[in-house]
């Protein structure tokens, strides 16, 4: 897959949408990862927190999945993307690494973030960017902040610390910024840095024109670098310049549109790309264009298109970066009164979408209910551990009724239950599998991806997505079950083990006890009760599950008929 760059952006002035959100959506992503986020109230905490997604795009469609970090709190104000790393800058000039393969296994501690160093200056950078090939995250800071900074290539004289001299191996200084900028001159406000392998690099310095500039956006690569800009002066006027190590080149013209319509500045393999918004009515759907740096002209694609549903209407709040070789749009759909974050993927030419928009889900915080549902499930494990203390200390015939079998019928052991309870699980998941299992399975796994640390992840975050397909396939089986044997005392499995459900008096049971005794299956209901309840069938006097205690039921199998001895006339 060809590597390229990812961008992220940045407004200096928070903006405020309402109660439910800070700043408005935004969003970074390259070839493998798309990250969306909103800065929204924390009423746990003084400072605000994040509304996290992380998405995939496969060829079945865009997925979304909840991206652990609601952790952290406070105003992000930059981010960038480099390979499998997010990078998030916070206001207070706070610079974290998280990795996308380790956030959403949820195995690993909730301190499997990375606390990196501060950006140069503990300040927010002016504005940062991400690249894929250089393994680098670039910035824009203030020049004062960067003389110590060591140089992002050394001079072929000064490229090693280790020296030797007399014999002796001493550390020779590698050279920094202020070995290279002239102090006798006023140098350029800002400079150019990037992070590398855990430290900062002074890069260069950024043309004067930027001085003035009230707007910023940067695309940084290996060898060459943008910065899409505005003057103060002029701010109704975008510029371009383009730059390398040996210096840039005068501001190019920008595509003929405001400022404040700029939703995106992306690069693509030194192809750069200007996202532009047109607002509208709230009712229609905004006009979005990408504008496109080719043979030193800049050409504009066709609108895309927001082919969502009739009711569906798309706001002006939209947010566009890099996605493999197309763009990502992350904005509002209004259905009903009811507003959501939606994304898709588009070429750069526009029209219609590469790949149709998702609804993207934010991370689903734990309930309250989710620990007394865990002192739920304790309560009743001790209730079913002191149940079986019982039963096995005190296996007497007074425990329980006395029992009698029907004629030509004995009771049935554990294998024989265990083997038919095999068989109508296996009948059941004829009919559950492709009906409940599969559609869930589609809806949130990805193909290739490790399943077991993909379901531990959803455990977590949204327990109820977790459990219910085996919800469905729960009330399927006892549903089944309880069909079967109201009409035939027995199930499939039984039947084909010679198996039968009869009272305790040996005769055959009510329609009210086979309800009870279906309806009262915990070993299905609450996990890790299994083990525990199936070992009464083993442990009791009659071979009964806890269903069958509260029933008042057995199950019996037929009786092997033993050969007639035949007489020797002989």
Sequence with gaps: MIAWASIGLWSPSAITYGDDRITPIKSVGNADHLWIYRTVPDANSKHPGVTFAYGQSLDSGLRFRGFRGGEFGGYIAASAIRGDNLHVFYRDGSHYRLRFVQRVASELPRDDDF????????????????????????????????LDLPLHIQPANEASTDVTTNGQQVQKPIATAASVID??????????????????????LCPVELESASFHRLAAGRDSFAILFASSEDDSNLKLSFGTLNGWQPPAR????????????????????????????????????????????????????FDLQESQTV????????????????????????TSVWSGVWPPSGGAPSIESAE?????????????????????????????????????????VEMETPPGYTLAGFGKRASAFSIDLFVVALVAVPLFVTPWITANFTPGDDFQRELSYLLETDPNAAFAPWAKVLLLFVAYSMAMELAFRATIGKLALGLQVCSTSGKPCSSLSVIVRNLLRFELYYKGSFLPLAMLVILTR?????????AGTLVVERQKTAPTPQNDSQ
Excluded at 316 to 335: H, K, P, V
């Design 183 to 204: 102090m006798d001159q006023p140098p350029p406000l800002h400079s150019l840095v990037r992070y590398h392998r855990g430290a900062w690099q002074f890069v260069t």
């Design 360 to 400: 993207v889900t934010p991370l689903r915080q734990k309930s309250a209910g989710s620990a007394a549902s865990q002192n739920v499930s304790i309560a009743i494990a001790i209730m079913l551990s002191a149940l079986l203390f019982v039963v096995f200390v005190r296996r007497t015939p007074s425990l329980f």
């Design 254 to 305: 920008g595509p003929n549109i405001s400022p404040s319509n700029v939703i995106g500045f992306l690069n693509n393999r030194k192809v750069y790309t200007v996202v532009s918004i047109e607002r509208t009515d709230d009712t229609i759907p905004p006009i979005v264009k990408a504008h496109q740096w080719l043979d030193g002209v800049w050409k504009a694609g066709e609108p895309f298109q």
């Design 115 to 146: 606390p990196e160093l501060t950006a140069p200056g503990d300040v927010v950078p002016l504005a940062v960017y991400g690249d894929t090939e250089s393994d680098a995250v670039y910035a824009i800071v203030a020049t004062r902040s960067v």
């Design 542 to 550: 009659n071979h009964q599950r806890l269903g069958d205690l509260v």
């Design 315 to 338: 706001g002006t709040e939209i947010a566009a970066t890099r996605y493999g070789e197309d763009i990502a749009l992350a904005f509002e759909a209004t259905s009903e009164g009811s």
